[in-house]
């Protein structure tokens, strides 16, 4: 599905109707996130109002809470893996009726009219998505406001069906996690028959090891922790390799058709270049601030590095419903919306498996 | 065409009969290249003679003389863009007659079995080619001598077919400088309706420009020079960029269908990936000692940096026909091999227009 016109809805911000709502919010770089009151948009006619019932924590939120990217506008209230129950759909909805599951991942809007956005793929927007929180508001003015919150107000056309058959809680971080692997997975044409790598096992790189394991390629989880060995391949991976041992890394030169590479710390991103087969691409979802790359790890093979960015609207409906065929959600860990200052910490000592989510039933 | 056979005839080194022949060598990283006598094998059934006319002279030959890869077996005679007159053809040779033109490249063997030579893409040969010069010579033993010499002999599958109508001497820089480039634009299906960039205007880089117009696309050169701004244009260049002038480079952001780039000293790759469209590669083909790869800039647009080696001996035949055809051949300077060690230190300051030829007539 490529969306089709421009929200011509969006006239002024003050002709737009104000409800109030609350959240949590950073007000500075190095402030706790707390309770936080704010305003959102009454539905328009092609809204949907959801309540949010769970937010999973992206590796993103915290980072933006933190200015870590020198772009937050404060407050800011993180949270895009959304998921809820709808109870409000404006009078032209279509897709949507009061009453049902819906989510709502990174983006909340786009231009429409790109190339980018034509082809449905709204995360590439030329002149940039709107993203769920910390962007420009265009209907309201000011900032969006993310999902760790009571409430959310989103056109109809950036909000996703779920499958019904899954466990809710954990279904939040598909929107992003989940969406963020299975879209190069997809991109790359992972398939059966194919030997694939996944590096790192946190939030996306669990999501990958499953994903690409439902998709039918023989699953390689490259992990720095032997202790992670077994989870691993519990979560699907058929082989599971320490990435320190130089000996066990070798057995594997040259032998890859993909690798998702979800690792955001520095690390030697040539030791899995040369890893690949000719013509075989590494994707980079992970943000390290830089690569470093040997122009010889990919001259002699004619490798390829790219990069990848969530997925489409189009796609991320595609992955949810591959999910719910698949019997796939993220490993969580639930959280109350109090204890999330203490999440970040945990976050970053990767003591998580591997998603924590918020219930939203918690700010009260 | 895929090369078949293995080299059967490759018994041992104790069964072959030699030959005696000149060229000029480097004997040391720190020694200038100077007369040198050596033996080649005398033809085998599937073996061409050649009597060497012209050789170009590449930045890898100065590369390997002085040891810079740290990988040169001594005395080296580099050289691995030969053109020249079959002198003598084996009994079951089919391919070429005596008296005839040939070619020589980058490779004068393969293992013509792994997949990589099955598909024809013996540059990418998995066990290694056998490079023209500083390579394990498996047929005589010892080392592989290149063409900076009076004669060569090398199986016919790695033999090349010249066209008759262009000048010679600068058909020899399409062995090396022709290909390197040819290969990536025909991989990555450059042609008509597409902006195709390349960076640096050298040995590799007027060559790119030279055939990216010649395959019908809208090429743009890069280079930090602008005298070179004319002369990139008389090449075929449709724009030529000061990649310095950061407005001129803002121009062309997310424009490009693909980019070759060509420069093997160190910039800021960024810079040109961050001018490619959506889904677009940039092909590395020089080879600075790393590149420092912005994250970012591949996944926002979910671009491509690969890299490219050379080309297969199919597809440099494939080239040699192509330039046949549309005329196109390398700008030269003649020189006498006497003055091979002055030239390496012209092409260090990037001081010849565009390849330096060897006239090996002058060898005596």
Chains 1, 2 share one sequence.
Request: contains cysteine; glycine residues 10%.
């Amino acid at each position: 599905m490529a969306l089709t016109a421009p929200v011509k809805e969006a006239a002024t911000s003050a002709q737009v109707t104000r409800q109030k709502t609350i959240g949590y919010a950073a007000t500075a770089a190095d402030a706790a996130l707390a309770p936080f009151s704010f305003e959102r948009r009454e539905v328009l006619p092609r809204d949907v109002q959801i309540e949010i019932l769970f937010c999973g924590v992206c590796h993103s939120d915290l980072h933006t809470a933190r200015n870590e990217w020198q772009n937050t506008i404060y407050p800011v209230v993180p949270g895009h893996e959304i998921v809820g129950r709808i109870t409000k759909a404006g009078s032209e909805v279509t897709k949507f009726k009061e009453g049902g599951l819906a989510g709502v991942g990174c983006m909340v809007d786009s231009c429409r009219t790109c190339p980018s956005c034509k082809d449905g793929l709204e995360q590439y927007c030329i002149p940039g998505f709107t993203g769920t929180y910390n962007s420009d508001d265009k209907i309201l003015g000011g900032v969006t406001y993310g999902g760790y919150s009571k409430t959310i107000v989103v056109n109809e056309d950036f909000v996703l069906r779920l499958p019904e058959n899954l466990d809710l809680a954990a279904v939040a971080p598909l929107l992003c996690a989940g969406i963020t692997t299975y879209s190069p997975l997809r991109h790359w044409k992972v398939g059966k028959g194919q030997k694939v790598g996944i590096v790192g096992l946190g939030g996306l790189g669990h999501m990958g090891v499953k994903l690409a394991n439902a998709m039918g390629a023989h699953a390689v989880l490259f992990t720095t922790s032997a202790n992670k060995k077994e989870d691993g391949k519990r979560l699907g991976a058929a082989e599971v390799v320490v990435s320190r041992n130089q000996a066990e890394m070798d057995k594997h030169l040259d032998s890859f058709d993909f690798i998702l590479d979800t690792v955001s710390a520095a690390h030697d991103i040539n030791a899995y270049l040369n890893l690949l087969k000719r013509d075989a691409t590494l994707t980079q979802v992970g943000a390290p601030e830089v690569l470093n790359v040997s122009p010889f790890s990919l001259i002699f093979r004619r490798r390829q590095l790219a990069g990848s960015l969530i997925g489409g609207i189009a796609e991320t409906q595609e992955m949810l419903d591959f999910c719910g065929e698949h019997g796939i959600t993220s490993d969580i860990e639930i959280i109350p919306i109090r204890k999330i200052n203490e999440a970040y910490e945990r976050m970053l000592k990767s003591d998580v498996k591997y998603r924590f989510v918020i219930d939203m039933g918690s700010l009260g």
